[in-house]
């Protein structure tokens, strides 16, 4: 039944050493985001693909990159961790909405430690 | 720019008891309005949205919510909390992008709600 997947569930990863969290969809939705959620605060948005289009938020560091091969999979890259990226990353999914807005479809998220 | 405001970042309330969890929006075009619950260590679900149209949305787990453009709010209700209901919620805006297609979602800070037995 789930629709939006998030691998791993928890990923431990060394401090500086590149890490990758995977994302997949089977709703066909257009748009994906990462957003990434620190100990009791609201999500933050990094970056968002509308289709193959690349957007960046202006504040999200140049450590963090993604990758949309195709409709279904995005990557969320994190090239040298830090221990302040230890954090919950999440992905979501919307359509192209108009008057249709059905908001966000979110995974269950992927909890990054950085050791 | 838009923003949300979410009044109290801990409310807690009897089971029984009513449930009411404040947001306020910042919104330069007409918003779309929505509330999140956040258990621990899982991503966000969805608990109603508003749109257009009526202005009180009826959303899962008995929750509802009012649009009030006159005090820029969009309030959450629950008029008898359920042990269950504990977890943390979420206010969020969303204003349509170019090609009126469903862009950014701006959360609030949360509120904890803890239900008392």
């Known amino acids: 039944d789930a629709m939006v997947i998030q691998n791993p569930r928890y990923q431990v990863t060394q401090f500086g050493k590149p890490v990758t969290l995977s994302c997949s969809q089977t709703?066909?939705?257009?748009?994906m985001y990462w957003y990434q959620q620190k100990s009791s605060q609201a999500p933050k948005l990094l970056f968002h693909y509308y289709d193959k289009d690349f957007n960046n938020e202006a504040d999200t560091p140049d450590n963090f990159q993604s990758r949309r091969p195709n409709t279904s999979f995005c990557f969320l890259d994190i090239r040298s961790p830090g221990l302040g990226d230890a954090a919950m990353y999440l992905c979501?999914?919307?359509?192209?909405?108009?008057?249709?807005?059905?908001?966000?479809?979110f995974g269950s998220g992927t909890r990054l430690t950085v050791v | 720019a838009q923003s949300v405001t979410q009044l109290g970042s801990h409310v807690s309330v009897s089971e029984g008891a009513l449930v009411l969890l404040r947001c306020n929006y910042s919104?330069?075009?007409?918003?779309?309005l929505f509330w999140y619950v956040q258990y621990p260590n899982q991503g966000l679900q969805l608990l109603l949205k508003y749109t257009t149209g009526a202005t009180l949305v009826k959303g899962i787990n008995g929750f509802e919510a009012e649009f009030k453009k006159s005090e820029t709010s969009f309030h959450l209700t629950k008029p008898s909390a359920h042990m269950s209901d504990a977890a943390e919620y979420f206010c969020a805006v969303s204003e349509t992008g170019s090609g009126g297609s469903n862009y950014k979602l701006t959360f609030g800070k949360g509120t904890l709600l803890t239900v008392n037995p």
């Open positions: 709703l066909n939705h257009n748009v």
């Open positions: 919104s330069s075009v007409p918003p779309y």
């Open positions: 979501a999914t919307s359509s192209r909405g108009g008057l249709t807005n059905y908001g966000y479809t």
